[in-house]
């Protein structure tokens, strides 16, 4: 579901909330039932404005800016054979279900 910021001109809140682009929120007392928020001492029936924002938009990581950024990928190449398409340094490019040895040392990535 999208998100979407509403303006209340009447007290000057601005409250985003969650909803299906089918659902039109017209009043104050619509948006603060959606958002779980006490209404106040603004009247429900007062109208609200949807505002106008800049999309959220995702772009898929290569494997070398995943690497980059300490994650560890691994591609599914045979039945229990995985290849570690991040591997660094000494690790192994080859992971195998029924070799532990195998496995990557996530605790040398992984820090507090």
Do not use: Q
């Not at 007062?46 to 990581?61: I, M, N, R």
């Not at 990928?73 to 045979?78: E, G, I, N, S, T």
């Not at 591997?87 to 490019?93: I, K, L, T, V």
Request: hydrophobic share 35%; net charge neutral; charged share 30%.
């Amino acid at each position: 579901m999208p998100n979407y910021d509403y303006l209340c001109p009447s007290n000057g809140r601005r409250v985003e909330v969650f909803h299906p682009m089918s659902e039109k929120i017209r009043s104050w007392g619509e948006l603060c039932v959606r958002a779980g928020i006490p209404a106040g001492d603004t009247p429900a029936d007062t109208p609200v404005e949807k505002l106008v924002s800049a999309p959220g938009l995702a772009f898929p990581a290569g494997n070398s800016r995943l690497k980059e950024l300490g994650f560890t990928k691994l591609v599914r190449r045979d039945k229990g054979v995985y290849e570690n398409v991040t591997a660094a340094g000494d690790e192994s490019r080859v992971m195998r279900a029924d070799d532990p040895a195998s496995i990557p040392d996530l605790s040398r990535k992984i820090s507090d």
